[in-house]
């Protein structure tokens, strides 16, 4: 990805520090703009002043969630291609660092973009639908967190309630915690009406959910977290990214197990990991495997990861072949009987 002009921008929630290197990683600019329309476009005016040539130009900024959304959609109505990278990334990768301030941030992250310039792709925004789907996700995600502190306290003042009054406080817990699971319902019934329309445009949805262990709020964060299956080539990149794919470790003559690395997507592993519960009881071939390796010894979260594996290859060749899954075991059992 070579250009003219490579510009970090170091982004917070009110303003944008950034910085224009050159070809030679030479420092020609900076400044700093406010975090809105104004601010973004009044940015892209001064560039054009300085004649840095829009189509020759590339702007880095890390990964801030929707601080960052209003201006990776300028800059993709203005035709400038962008990059957007993960902080830890970035920081791992430029060796020792001393001071932090937002004009630093800004100035490492042009020399991170001109230094692995041949190993960056831009980036895109995802489409306005899986924009939607993620708001609604994560509403659902916030509810189930405050209903299930609202039950973790009803249950605590159980004991509590037999040395003290605490009768009224219960009965407005439970009204908010009956509110909370009427709104989860609206909130499932809703996603899934956005699945549904999306479905009728890929037809990703009831692929996926033809696959044993895989629900509709698993889908619906794989489609988020993939943009459509359009951001990693493969089953094994997926695998990476949720951290269930080993790696070796070992130096000299030392040899230690495989090990996943720590580095992965939290919420989308521990999502899988529920499916992995699922899967496990309603598909024998996976119930047998299950139950095989961890006869062998293998330790049962080392056999999880193995199944979420399993699931990550089922879930792309379903989706590179654009058919739902067979259960090919339970075919042939039907078949014999």
Not at 8 to 28: E, F, H
Not at 72 to 78: C, G, N, P, V, Y
Not at 143 to 148: A, D, G, H, S
Not at 183 to 195: A, E, G, P
Request: net charge positive; hydrophobic share 40%.
């Amino acid at each position: 990805m070579e250009a003219s002009y490579y510009v970090g921008v170091d982004i917070s929630k009110q303003q944008l520090d950034w910085q224009v290197n050159d070809a030679q990683n030479t420092s020609l600019t900076f400044s700093q703009t406010a975090n809105t329309p104004i601010g973004i476009h009044k940015m892209i005016r001064r560039w054009k002043r300085a004649k840095f040539c829009l189509d020759e130009l590339v702007v880095c900024f890390e990964h801030t969630g929707s601080y960052g959304l209003l201006l990776a959609t300028i800059l993709e109505q203005s035709a400038i291609c962008y990059v957007v990278v993960s902080a830890a990334e970035v920081q791992l990768s430029l060796g020792i660092r001393r001071g932090k301030s937002d004009p630093i941030d800004a100035r490492r992250l042009a020399e991170y973009l001109w230094r692995f310039r041949d190993r960056l792709v831009p980036s895109h925004l995802p489409s306005k639908a899986l924009l939607e789907l993620r708001g609604w996700l994560l509403w659902r995600e916030k509810l189930v967190k405050m209903r299930t502190a609202l039950a973790n306290g009803l249950q605590a003042n159980t004991l509590t309630s037999q040395v003290a009054e605490l009768g009224e406080i219960n009965d407005q817990m439970q009204s908010h915690h009956d509110q909370l699971t009427q709104q989860l319902k609206l909130v499932d019934r809703k996603i899934r009406r956005l699945l549904r329309r999306y479905n009728t445009k890929e037809g990703q949805y009831d692929l996926l959910t033809s696959i044993p262990g895989i629900g509709p709020i698993i889908a619906g964060w794989l489609l988020v977290y993939t943009e459509g299956f359009t951001r990693f080539d493969n089953a094994r990149e997926v695998a990476c990214f949720v951290g269930s794919a080993p790696f070796p470790k070992q130096s000299g003559q030392q040899r230690s197990p495989n090990r996943v690395s720590k580095w992965r997507c939290v919420r989308l592993k521990t999502l899988l990991l529920h499916g992995v519960h699922s899967a496990i009881q309603y598909d024998p071939e996976l119930r047998a495997y299950y139950n095989r390796k961890c006869a062998e010894g293998k330790h049962p979260q080392s056999v999880r990861n193995a199944v979420i594996c399993k699931l990550l290859y089922r879930i792309y060749a379903v989706i590179n072949r654009g058919t739902p899954y067979v259960n090919i075991c339970q075919y042939e059992t039907i078949k014999i009987v």
